[in-house]
């Protein structure tokens, strides 16, 4: 019920923040700013990277706002804009790698992965087991069971197919099962 409610509540702001409102906006922002870096974390893998994409993805966010015509979308359109602007920022790293390495071998770098941050980490259990999945799957059982995303809404987000979602939920799922498992035998 309660979560129902926020629903509402942030339907209720989208609207406002699309008719002017600044107050109803820096609430938006307050509100979702952390899920949406959080989001761009499991995306990128790495703080710095993941601030700049949610950065550039509150431009985007604030400038098409007004052009969002259901507020009750506001949701998985601002992750679809996060993981778009990821995707963005993925292709450009991968461009610059290879222009780097067309004039010098790259040089060695500490390993700054999601993967390295969680296992240095004093974490729970399941985190450490969701940073076990692979990107997709973390994302995906991150935004159904943490963020409360219908499978048609992280389908909106991640840009596929609900049936993708579907297999990307279920494979999360064996595969926590069998980390989880394998930790409590260990």
Avoid at 37 to 45: E, V
Avoid at 150 to 179: D, F, Y
Wanted: hydrophobic share 45%.
């Amino acid at each position: 019920m309660a979560n129902h409610v926020a629903r509402i509540f942030d339907e209720y702001l989208v609207a406002s923040a699309r008719a002017g409102d600044r107050a109803a906006l820096e609430r938006i922002a307050q509100h979702w700013q952390p899920k949406l870096y959080a989001h761009a974390y499991r995306l990128m893998g790495d703080a710095e990277q993941a601030r700049d994409v949610a950065q550039d993805g509150w431009a985007d966010i604030i400038k098409g706002l007004p052009a969002l015509t259901e507020t009750k979308f506001f949701p998985a359109w601002a992750y679809r804009i996060i993981t778009r602007r990821a995707a963005d920022h993925i292709r450009r790293n991968i461009r610059k790698r290879r222009t780097d390495a067309a004039y010098a071998a790259e040089p060695e770098t500490a390993d700054t992965s999601f993967k390295a941050i969680e296992r240095s980490a004093d974490t729970a259990p399941l985190s450490r087991a969701i940073a076990e999945l692979s990107p997709v799957q973390a994302a995906a059982i991150t935004l159904f069971y943490i963020d409360d995303f219908s499978i048609a809404e992280i389908s909106v987000a991640l840009e596929v197919p609900a049936g993708t979602v579907k297999t990307r939920l279920m494979h999360a799922r064996h595969k926590l099962r069998a980390i989880l498992k394998g930790n409590a035998n260990g």
